[in-house]
């Protein structure tokens, strides 16, 4: 089992910047790789970043040079540092765990919003 927990989001300014996390427990060891999707309303969810377990990134064509993925595996934690905001980045935001421990997962955290008002 791997619990996720985002916090971070709220709103801000067109513009701004702010940093979510993503705090995982259970068997944090079988995990491969961390990604942060979003999902605006009547839209599809949609990948926005992915850590793999040896540090390898990659980002949505919207957000690179904007949004940053990273982790601190002293903290069991994975943050997006997302700048220079749009009103186009308003959605939930969710944590995805993949891995593998006996059986292949997948796990999603409960999402945290992110406003970005014009």
């Known amino acids: 089992q791997v619990q996720l927990v985002e916090s971070g989001g709220g709103l801000v300014q067109a513009g701004g910047s702010l940093r979510l996390s993503c705090a995982a427990s259970g068997s944090i060891r079988s995990i491969n790789a961390i990604s942060w999707y979003r999902q605006a309303p009547g839209k599809q969810r949609e990948l926005v970043a992915i850590i793999a377990s040896g540090g390898s990134t990659n980002y949505a064509d919207s957000v690179k040079g904007r949004f940053t993925i990273s982790r601190d595996d002293a903290k069991n934690t994975v943050y997006l540092q997302m700048s220079s905001l749009k009103p186009e980045d308003t959605a939930v935001y969710y944590c995805?765990?993949?891995?593998?421990?006996?059986?292949?997962?997948?796990?999603w955290g409960q999402g945290t919003q992110v406003t970005v008002s014009s």
């Open positions: 995805n765990a993949v891995g593998s421990f006996r059986y292949a997962y997948e796990y």
